[in-house]
């Protein structure tokens, strides 16, 4: 058992042996500073130096001139690690339909470091994710986790990161019908996590009865109702989004996240006077369902406009909503605000809101910009890191230079030419 | 009051055509009454909208066939594309339009959506994209179920998609058929039909057929049983077609009487358009295999496929489908979020390309609808990646020619050259940037949306007095 910590830890820790210097690229830190040229010195995996600084003798040198810099991206949501293969294969671990379990279904041992997604995510310079599994028998889905997706055997840096709430279309749905039903279950669940706070020696056993939580839920929920874990709820609609904000009146230690927010834009003022962070799509502009009748690309740009903190991001899936494409979403909002009467983003708020501000909505001061002290997540892009044809040439995670190979990039190079010569393209070349 | 005119025109017409009545002598030998199946039952009522002969000048333009002009011109005349060049003739009175350091393009064509059949608010009342209801419903027809009022079409027109091909689902094998719209909105379904366009033959390979029946208990539950379906289908139509033939030919030759006229099945006159060449196959196929089993397939039966669509695997066999000149339709990057779509990379699109095969951009979904520009530039710098460059010009081909290919409307649309269709995006930067949105998007020479001039941007009946209304999107 001390054995296996220990080489856990052995593999898990960053490689401090030398200083990195990356050096000659157009730094963006993930602050509002416009970018600029500068060295940037990582020392123990952490950012030492940033700016016009010389080089130590003996550092490993990163050349990046002609390139842009960048902190890692931040997923401020997603699935990355829980499934290979989404639909129809065992190795999808988000949703649990058959459970009697909701609220304390934990994410972390469903994580895989090994599934292809994270390798794939990582190659397009995402560092550092939220994961959350999905709600399905109960409005409740259960305890997220923060990740890295540095190469190496476990990807979990924290767990119980926060619960997982569905308070809009789909709560009313799994509830039963209605939006009530959702309210009602939700108190339901937060007072039984009362009770069990209160007099843990007398709480009933288990118990399993149709719509009601388990112990183990009633469990997971105390750290929710005492506000020491974020809740994440997900609502489109303005008026649900109000009902949420108003939750805070009978539990007022709530540590409230929304996720969705299609029509945030309508309520932003409300919103950004309760501090309550929101992750959002920046492409949502169809009334996809009726709660998001007034679903608009400028919906994150009134609401920072407005003074709320949005990060960009969705729980994510391996087709329009992809992790990976996290850059392409923010280059969209500048677009957005070059519309006429469109509402975007600056260029520098882009990238914060897809590094910076996840970061700090999650409470993870020690990453997201190029800052000294930071660990040292940093990535190298060919080109802008925004724009649709650039890519990384480098990532660090914790200071070391990641793998950017993937499943993908082997099945690229064993089709790139489609020679048939003395065997099977299966076999190595 | 035009209308009016026309109107009167048509009926002018019609009076003209009215037989003189019989004169008593000389009564010709009437030719046999010859059945046939109505070709086009629900005909286009798409008419085209005012436009002005119009110049847009100093633009990047890309013209869609592999060229570029920078600080290029074109002249839109009559809904037709008049002249495209370095520079065009103006003519007196044309509305012209500096673009400097904007880019014109041919308007997209997505050769794979599902708008108005699985419309927004996604509700399922309004679900009418796919009769699961047996793997064989070559019967139905997609354009049946379109809801004009969909507010994803406001949508598309401002990401610059000009024509789009709506598809029934991939529930069944033989999905239904598909039709190719302009983006205009109208009243009705057939307000929207682009005018003489093919309709299609939706088949699908796979996961789905084989899943929605298999769960059934019912045939297919397999991919063996997916061809086995799909083979005794084909072999049924080639027997109707037969008989159709047959009877054609001997009632032209007086032998047949019309109650001699074989009784009609709606799924193989599908089927059987297909063997006539009248219409189009777009299968939905992820994977190499499968392709190569459906193009062996088409050789036993006589039909061509026309385009794989999703085609996430049609790198692995790009030199067959260039021998075969099949189409690809594909996404950029989509992978994993089922087992036939595992193999995906993001290099698929450039490489089909580079192997001399058709690869088109399409959409699938109301959201990648709007940027499939986007959509191409990623394809295009994963290819570049990799050593495949490929111009951008050239690459505008995913987006309109190579798609309009695959409908049979290359020779009306999908490039700039004189004559065509004036279906043209006015873009406020380089559209294979992530900065860059369509600025004004004409179709058959009329303004159709203008992201500065609320006038020109259309609002669908669903979203009046809702709280989204008139917004910029």
């Known amino acids: 058992m001390k054995r296996l910590a220990l080489l856990l830890l052995l593999t898990a820790a960053?490689?401090?042996?030398?200083?990195?210097?990356?050096?000659?690229?157009?730094?963006?830190?993930?602050?509002?500073?416009?970018?600029?040229d500068a060295t940037i010195l990582i020392r123990d995996g952490r950012i030492v130096a940033v700016g016009a600084v010389a080089v130590p003798a003996g550092a490993t040198v990163i050349d990046a001139t002609g390139k842009w810099v960048t902190p890692g991206i931040v997923a401020a949501m997603s699935r990355v690690g829980l499934s290979e293969v989404d639909e129809g294969t065992p190795s999808n671990d988000a949703a649990a339909r058959r459970s009697p379990f909701s609220a304390g279904l934990d994410v972390v041992p469903a994580l895989n470091a090994a599934a292809s997604p994270i390798a794939v995510t990582r190659q397009s310079g995402v560092t550092r994710a939220a994961v959350a599994p999905e709600a399905t028998r109960t409005i409740f889905g259960g305890r997220g986790a923060l990740i890295t997706l540095a190469n190496g055997p476990d990807l979990l840096t924290r767990a119980h990161a926060f619960q997982v709430v569905e308070l809009g279309e789909q709560g009313a749905r799994i509830a039963g019908g209605s939006r009530p039903a959702a309210y009602a279950a939700f108190e339901e669940g937060l007072a039984e996590a009362r009770d069990l706070a209160a007099n843990r020696a007398r709480y009933r056993s288990f118990e399993p009865r149709e719509?009601?939580?388990?112990?183990?839920?009633?469990?997971?929920?105390?750290?929710?109702?005492?506000?020491?874990?974020?809740?994440v709820v997900h609502v489109e609609r303005a008026s649900d989004i109000l009902s949420v904000l108003r939750l805070r009146q009978h539990y007022p230690a709530l540590k409230l996240i929304l996720i969705g927010a299609d029509e945030g834009w309508l309520v932003a003022r409300e919103i950004a006077a309760a501090h309550v962070p929101v992750i959002a799509l920046s492409l949502e502009d169809r009334p996809e369902e009726f709660e998001s009748l007034a679903a608009t690309k400028s919906n994150i740009g009134r609401m920072v406009a407005a003074g709320v903190t949005v990060a960009i991001g969705s729980y994510g899936d391996g087709?329009?909503?992809?992790?990976?494409?996290?850059?392409?979403?923010a280059g969209n909002t500048v677009a957005q605000g070059r519309l006429p009467g469109g509402v975007g983003l600056s260029w520098t708020q882009a990238l914060a809101s897809i590094t910076s501000v996840p970061a700090k909505i999650w409470g993870m001061t020690d990453t997201g910009t190029l800052s000294i002290g930071k660990r040292a997540d940093v990535v190298v892009w060919d080109g802008d890191p925004l724009e649709l044809a650039s890519a990384p040439v480098a990532v660090l995670i914790d200071g070391v230079v990641q793998p950017l190979a993937t499943r993908q990039t082997e099945l690229r190079d064993r089709y790139v030419r489609l020679q048939h010569d003395t065997l099977p393209l299966q076999y190595p070349k | 009051m035009r209308k009016l005119v026309l109107g009167l025109a048509l009926l002018a017409a019609a009076c003209a055509k009215t037989p003189p009545p019989k004169a008593a002598s000389a009564t010709p030998p009437r030719p046999a009454e010859v059945v046939s199946i109505p070709r086009d039952p629900f005909p286009s009522t798409y008419h085209a909208y005012p436009g002005v002969t119009t110049v847009i000048r100093g633009a990047t333009v890309y013209d869609g066939e592999g060229?570029?002009?920078?600080?290029?011109?074109v002249r839109l005349e009559n809904g037709k594309v008049a002249e495209v060049g370095q520079t065009v003739a103006i003519p007196a009175g044309a509305t012209v339009i500096d673009a400097a350091g904007k880019w014109l393009t041919p308007g997209i064509i997505d050769i794979h959506s599902h708008l108005g059949v699985y419309p927004s608010p996604a509700v399922e009342a309004n679900s009418d994209g796919n009769e699961a209801t047996?793997?064989?419903?070559?019967?139905?027809?997609?354009?049946?179920?379109?809801?004009?009022?969909?507010?994803?079409?406001?949508?598309?027109?401002?990401g610059g998609v000009t024509t789009l091909h709506i598809l029934p689902g991939s529930a069944n094998?033989?999905?239904?058929?598909?039709?190719?719209l302009k983006n205009v909105l109208g009243r009705t379904a057939q307000d929207m039909k682009f005018p003489g366009a093919l309709p299609s033959l939706k088949m699908a390979c796979g996961e789905n057929p084989k899943r929605v029946y298999g769960s059934k208990n019912q045939m297919p539950a397999t991919r063996m049983g997916n061809i086995a379906v799909d083979r005794q289908a084909w072999s049924d139509a080639v027997n109707y077609k037969r008989k159709w033939d047959d009877y054609t030919q001997r009632a032209k030759d007086g032998k047949a009487k019309p109650t001699d006229a074989p009784r009609r099945e709606l799924a193989n006159d599908t089927l059987m358009g297909v063997l006539n060449g009248e219409i189009l196959v777009q299968n939905h196929c992820y994977r190499a295999d499968e392709m190569a089993n459906v193009i062996a397939m088409s050789h036993e039966f006589g039909y061509k496929v026309s385009t794989f669509h999703h085609a996430v695997e049609s790198y692995k066999i790009a030199d067959l489908l260039a021998k075969e000149g099949i189409c690809s339709a594909m996404w950029a990057d989509w992978w994993g979020f089922k087992m036939e779509s595992y193999d995906g990379i993001r290099e698929n699109i450039p490489l089909v390309h580079n192997a001399?095969?058709?690869?088109?951009?399409?959409?699938?979904?109301?959201d990648g609808i709007q940027r499939l520009n986007q959509e191409a530039a990623k394809a295009l710098a994963a290819g570049r990646r990799v050593g495949i460059v490929i111009a951008p010009e050239v690459a505008w081909q995913w987006l309109s020619l190579n798609p309009a290919k695959g409908l049979h409307i290359d020779d009306r649309t999908g490039s700039l050259k004189?004559?065509?269709?004036?279906?043209?995006?006015?873009?406020?930067?380089?559209?294979?940037?992530?900065?860059?949105?369509?600025?004004?998007?004409?179709?058959?020479?009329?303004?159709?949306?203008?992201?500065?001039?609320?006038?020109?941007?259309?609002?669908?009946?669903?979203?009046?007095?809702?709280?989204?209304?008139?917004?910029?999107?």
């Open chain 1, 211 to 231: 719509a009601q939580l388990t112990r183990l839920d009633a469990e997971a929920l105390v750290p929710v109702v005492e506000g020491r874990e974020p809740l």
């Open chain 2, 173 to 180: 094998l033989f999905g239904g058929r598909g039709v190719t």
């Open chain 2, 67 to 73: 060229h570029k002009f920078i600080g290029g011109a």
């Open chain 2, 418 to 473: 004189a004559g065509k269709m004036g279906d043209v995006v006015l873009w406020n930067g380089d559209p294979f940037s992530v900065y860059a949105r369509a600025e004004k998007v004409w179709i058959d020479g009329a303004v159709m949306y203008d992201a500065a001039d609320p006038a020109r941007r259309a609002t669908t009946d669903f979203e009046l007095g809702q709280p989204g209304r008139g917004d910029v999107k």
């Open chain 1, 14 to 36: 960053p490689v401090f042996a030398s200083t990195i210097a990356i050096t000659g690229g157009r730094v963006a830190t993930g602050t509002d500073t416009p970018p600029t």
């Open chain 2, 134 to 158: 047996g793997p064989n419903r070559s019967e139905v027809w997609a354009e049946h179920s379109i809801w004009p009022q969909d507010p994803g079409f406001t949508r598309a027109i401002a």
């Open chain 2, 356 to 366: 001399g095969a058709c690869a088109i951009v399409h959409s699938d979904d109301p």
């Open chain 1, 319 to 329: 087709t329009g909503n992809q992790t990976r494409n996290l850059p392409q979403f």
